[in-house]
């Protein structure tokens, strides 16, 4: 069974850092790719950053310069320490991966971040 956990979410000024973790479980974690997704109210889910595993990383213009997607493989966990964060990156915060060996979407629960203005 495959479980995604993410944790680290929650209420900061605008300006303001926090580091999101996804814990993975049931998958070959060292092999897949991973992403982070986010879904504000009211709007479509959109892709915010990819880490490969190789480690090769993309992002979603919006959040160039300001977020880093990383992993460790010893620890099954990917994170996205988020900096100079803005109103606009207040979402729901998903960890995603595409299981490269059954091809099958894999989704957390999601955690809130807020950033107030």
């Known amino acids: 069974q495959v479980q995604l956990v993410e944790s680290g979410g929650g209420l900061v000024q605008a300006g303001g850092s926090l580091r999101l973790s996804c814990a993975s479980s049931?998958?070959?974690?060292?092999?897949?790719?991973m992403s982070w997704y986010r879904q504000a109210p009211g709007k479509q889910r959109d892709l915010v950053a990819t880490?490969?595993?190789?480690?090769?990383?993309n992002y979603a213009n919006s959040v160039k310069g300001r977020f880093d997607i990383s992993r460790d493989n010893a620890k099954n966990t990917v994170y996205l320490q988020m900096n100079s964060l803005k109103p606009e990156d207040t979402a729901v915060y998903y960890c995603n991966v595409n299981d490269v060996l059954t091809r099958v979407d894999y989704w957390g629960k999601g955690t809130l971040v807020t950033a107030s203005s």
């Open positions: 049931g998958v070959i974690f060292s092999i897949n790719s």
């Open positions: 880490i490969t595993s190789g480690g090769r990383t």
